[in-house]
């Protein structure tokens, strides 16, 4: 896997940790407005997370980087992303466009961390969809 160079984010937390992966899917943007993107293609998605925090769990990590691959790859690696509930071809917030999916992937994994005791924090999700686009997620309830 290539290694990039990724914007940064401001955040008062001791710990960054990051990890990328990829995964394969399908998608379309179901509106006429979308020109080519209507019709059904798809994409390496080439992802990069970043979670933050003070506190370390039992096994000294911040959060297990296998559980944060899982939680998307298992999830939407070669499969056709309008056909997860979680999205939606009636309600453009719910689009697989690459700002919708950079939301979707930061909320699962939000979800996931708020079950942790230490808290950790996912500040920035990176969401490559093709070699000239690319979309960055950062929660707004984190900038101060
Ligand atoms: N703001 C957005 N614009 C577009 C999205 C999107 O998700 N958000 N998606 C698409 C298409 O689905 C496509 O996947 C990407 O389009 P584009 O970058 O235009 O791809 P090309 O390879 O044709 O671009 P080049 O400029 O030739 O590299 C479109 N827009
Ligand atoms: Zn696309």
């Not at 995964?23 to 179901?30: D, G, L, M, Q, R």
């Not at 980087?65 to 999830?75: A, E, M, S, V």
């Not at 942790?116 to 984190?142: A, D």
Request: net charge negative; proline share 6%; aromatic share 12%.
């Amino acid at each position: 896997m290539m290694q990039q160079i990724y914007p940064v984010t401001e955040h008062p937390y001791a710990y960054e940790l990051n990890k990328d992966f990829q995964f394969a899917a399908a998608h379309y943007v179901p509106h006429r407005d979308a020109g080519k993107c209507q019709n059904m293609h798809g994409h390496t998605y080439f992802t990069n997370i970043t979670i933050a925090g003070d506190e370390l769990d039992h096994t000294g990590f911040l959060v297990d980087f296998k559980h944060i691959k899982d939680l998307i790859h298992k999830r939407f690696d070669h499969r056709i992303m309008n056909e997860d509930t979680i999205f939606s071809d009636q309600d453009a917030e719910y689009f697989p466009t690459t700002e919708v999916v950079a939301r979707t992937i930061y909320e699962i994994i939000q979800a996931h961390l708020d079950l942790l005791p230490n808290k950790p924090i996912c500040v920035q999700v990176y969401l490559r969809e093709t070699p000239t686009s690319y979309c960055i997620y950062r929660p707004k309830e984190n900038k101060s």
